[in-house]
Every structure is written in structure tokens, then in C-alpha cells.
């Protein structure tokens, strides 16, 4: 299976400052069909999972325009402009390249 | 809106038997692949399998593989995962989700315990 490897595990931000998390696959997410299916998911304490990005860079509908995604092939990040505090909770990368899919270990973004 | 509603877990001995559905509405189920993802207390998440449109290619983790078996009904809009031999470690919530992630259900708790 793909292993997913994110960094850093542990994120402490401060409410307005920009914040980084990184995502590595064990090998290339790009499909036979010329996408990459790398998504990119928010987990808020005590809510279930909501992915955020589609195919790298694609923001789902309700999503805030502080999200972006970019990578290619095996190196992937997910950058947020302006942290708030709703962002509060455990972002993961997971790939849909190849099945079975597979998740990070999971960042955990808190508020400094 | 799309909703995804989990069912059927609850508290079973090793070696048990559980078997959860998900009933799903607002989309057009028989036009998009199923997952079940679950998460262990206080971990992360975890793939447990999914399943094609027509049910013709279904996928599994390694560590569930010959004890799990996906399967859907399209004309129910609904998802089912059949868990046999179950250990200690499938305790988790797990949730149904749609294609890769798109959208996810509240989850149910499967506890695996003597």
C-alpha cells in the first residue's frame, strides 16, 4: 500500500499567521488518467472528517479561499493564508491513486 | 444536500460478528464508489475498503482482508460492510464515506470486547 508521511505532526499557530503542513507519498499519485487524487481532509474535535481539496488544488464548495493545495507527484502541501480559530483540529492527506486507499498520520493545528 | 447515515454498530465479543449499513440520500448513489474509513479511539483514519458503482471491483486493507466484505444495494441507496472474526483492534467508529472522501457520515462505533 502507499504510505502517506506528513510534517510536522504537532502545528502551534498564531490566530492570523500563515501555516504549512507537508504530505510525501511512497510513490506517484498520478493516476492513469492523467489526475493526481490527493485530497487533502479536516477533522474538527468531536465533528466527523470534511475533506477541504480535491485533485491537489481544488477547493470543495464551502470551503474558505485561505485553503490551498499545490504539489505534484509525491510532494504535496496544504497552506492556510490567515490561521482562525475554527481551523482548530487535525488536518490529513490521503491518496485515491491506488487502491486501497490510504491517509497521513494526521497534523494536529492548535492555537498558540 | 447529501446525507450518510451509519448503522448497526454496537458492543460484540472477538470473534464475533457486527454488520453495519449506510443509508445514503441526496446524491446519486449507483453513480459513485463507497468507502468504509474508520478511526480507532484517539487515532487517525484509517481505509478500510471500497466498492465500485456496479459492485464488480471492491478493495480491502490488508489487515481485514478474508474477515470484511463491502457490498451495496443501489436500488436501496445503501452500503453495508459485513464483519466476521472480529478482534480486539476493529475497535473504532467507522464511517461511510462517498468516492474518495467527498462527503462523509456521523459514524458508528464498533467495541470489539470481552
Known amino acids: 500500500d502507499v504510505v502517506m508521511t506528513q510534517s510536522p505532526l504537532s502545528l502551534p499557530v498564531t490566530l492570523g499567521q500563515p501555516a504549512s503542513i507537508s504530505c510525501r507519498s511512497s510513490?506517484?499519485?498520478?493516476?492513469?488518467?492523467?489526475?493526481?487524487?490527493l485530497n487533502w481532509i479536516q477533522q474538527r474535535p468531536g465533528q466527523s472528517p470534511r475533506r477541504l481539496i480535491y485533485?491537489?488544488?481544488n477547493r470543495d464548495s464551502g470551503v474558505p479561499d485561505r485553503f490551498s493545495g499545490s504539489g505534484s507527484g509525491t510532494d504535496f502541501t496544504l497552506k492556510i493564508s490567515r490561521v482562525e480559530a475554527e481551523d482548530v483540529g487535525v488536518y490529513y492527506c490521503?491518496?485515491?491513486?491506488?487502491?486501497?486507499?490510504?491517509f497521513g498520520q494526521g497534523t494536529k493545528l492548535e492555537i498558540k | 444536500e447529501v446525507h450518510l447515515v451509519e448503522s448497526g454498530g454496537g458492543l460484540v465479543q472477538p470473534g464475533g460478528s457486527l454488520r453495519l449499513s449506510c443509508a445514503a440520500s441526496?446524491?446519486?448513489?449507483?453513480?459513485?464508489?463507497m468507502a468504509w474509513v474508520r478511526q480507532a479511539p484517539g487515532k487517525g483514519l484509517e481505509w478500510v475498503a471500497n466498492?465500485?458503482?456496479?459492485?464488480?471491483?471492491?478493495y480491502y486493507v490488508d489487515s481485514v482482508k478474508g474477515r470484511f466484505t463491502i457490498s451495496r444495494d443501489n436500488a436501496k441507496n445503501s452500503l453495508y460492510l459485513q464483519m466476521n472474526s472480529l478482534r480486539v483492534e476493529d475497535t473504532a467508529v467507522y464511517f461511510c464515506?462517498?468516492?474518495?472522501?467527498?462527503?462523509w457520515g456521523q459514524g458508528t462505533l464498533v467495541t470489539v470486547s470481552s
Open positions: 510513490q506517484s499519485l498520478v493516476y492513469s488518467d492523467g489526475n493526481t487524487y
Open positions: 490521503m491518496q485515491g491513486t491506488h487502491w486501497p486507499g490510504t
Open positions: 485533485k491537489v488544488s
Open positions: 441526496g446524491i446519486t448513489f449507483s453513480s459513485f464508489w
Open positions: 466498492i465500485k458503482q456496479d459492485g464488480s471491483e471492491r
Open positions: 464515506a462517498r468516492g474518495r472522501g467527498g462527503d
